[in-house]
């Protein structure tokens, strides 16, 4: 079974509202990833969400991220977990999913926008992708790429390989969490995760051909309107 997991537990800090529910030509980034889901063989979908998102018109309890996934009918149901209140990070919107999902599975980010075709991922292989990106001040706040090992936030590299994109785990991944700790943020890291995986295969996101972005600021719009075209 082809899963996917679509983290989409986020509070949009710096972006000024909820990135996750900002429209960018018709559709937001969570049902962006759950359309590159769909067209690359989806037979499940998972998606972690944030319990303070919950809303109610007073009559009905309702979460919006969910009502905009399920509103486009891609005849697949979602599947829901919430993060835990107390815990932080895209790990740990990865650990809400522990016992519920058995085979492997590929995580993308609810806040980013992806589009193209994903290569064949081994079952029992851990993958990730990466972009080489130009020198630029907000490279220091990523996770640089140095052979198949990522190294959260060096605050090091102004350019080079990055992680980002998407990420595959293994059936056997979960045996490794008891080996995870807390960054120095009192975060759960994804990075830490595929590189406590092992078995480890990086993936040039140019290479494949895939079109991604990701926004952190409103002026960040305008990248993925160039990319959707």
Same mark, same amino acid.
């Given at each position: 079974?082809?899963?996917?997991?679509?983290?989409?537990?986020?509070?949009?800090?710096? %972006?000024?509202?909820?990135k996750?529910r900002?429209p960018?030509?018709g559709?937001?980034?969570?049902?962006?990833?759950?359309?590159?889901?769909?067209?690359?063989?989806?037979e499940?979908?998972?998606?972690?969400?944030n319990?303070k998102?919950?809303?109610?018109?007073?009559?009905l309890?309702?979460?919006p991220?969910?009502?905009?996934?399920?509103?486009r009918?891609?005849?697949?149901?979602v599947?829901?977990a %919430?993060q835990?209140?107390?815990?932080?990070?895209?790990?740990?919107?990865i650990?809400?999913?522990?016992g519920?999902?058995?085979?492997?599975?590929?995580?993308?980010?609810?806040?980013?926008?992806?589009?193209?075709?994903?290569p064949?991922l081994?079952p029992d292989w851990?993958h %990730?992708?990466?972009?080489?990106?130009?020198?630029s001040?907000?490279n220091?706040?990523l996770?640089?790429?140095i052979?198949n090992f990522?190294?959260?936030?060096?605050?090091?590299?102004?350019g080079?390989?990055?992680?980002?994109?998407?990420a595959?785990f293994p059936?056997?991944?979960?045996?490794t969490?008891?080996?995870?700790?807390?960054?120095g943020?009192?975060?759960y890291?994804?990075?830490?995760?595929?590189?406590?995986?092992?078995?480890?295969q990086?993936?040039?996101?140019?290479?494949?051909?895939i079109?991604?972005?990701?926004?952190t600021?409103?002026?960040?719009?305008e990248?993925i309107?160039?990319?959707?075209?």
């Amino acid at each position: 079974m082809r899963t996917f997991l679509i983290l989409a537990a986020g509070n949009s800090t710096r %972006f000024g509202s909820d990135k996750l529910r900002e429209p960018i030509k018709g559709l937001t980034l969570p049902e962006y990833a759950l359309k590159f889901a769909v067209e690359n063989g989806a037979e499940r979908v998972c998606v972690t969400l944030n319990r303070k998102s919950v809303m109610t018109d007073g009559h009905l309890v309702y979460h919006p991220i969910l009502e905009d996934l399920n509103s486009r009918h891609w005849d697949l149901e979602v599947e829901i977990a %919430f993060q835990d209140e107390n815990a932080y990070g895209p790990g740990a919107a990865i650990t809400a999913w522990e016992g519920k999902i058995e085979d492997d599975f590929t995580v993308l980010f609810g806040d980013n926008y992806y589009e193209g075709k994903l290569p064949d991922l081994s079952p029992d292989w851990t993958h %990730f992708s990466y972009k080489n990106l130009g020198t630029s001040p907000r490279n220091l706040q990523l996770a640089a790429v140095i052979d198949n090992f990522i190294v959260e936030k060096p605050h090091a590299f102004l350019g080079g390989r990055f992680f980002c994109g998407f990420a595959h785990f293994p059936r056997d991944f979960w045996s490794t969490l008891p080996q995870l700790q807390k960054s120095g943020r009192g975060e759960y890291e994804i990075t830490d995760m595929i590189n406590l995986a092992g078995n480890t295969q990086a993936w040039s996101l140019d290479e494949l051909g895939i079109k991604w972005g990701d926004i952190t600021y409103k002026s960040d719009i305008e990248k993925i309107e160039r990319l959707i075209g």
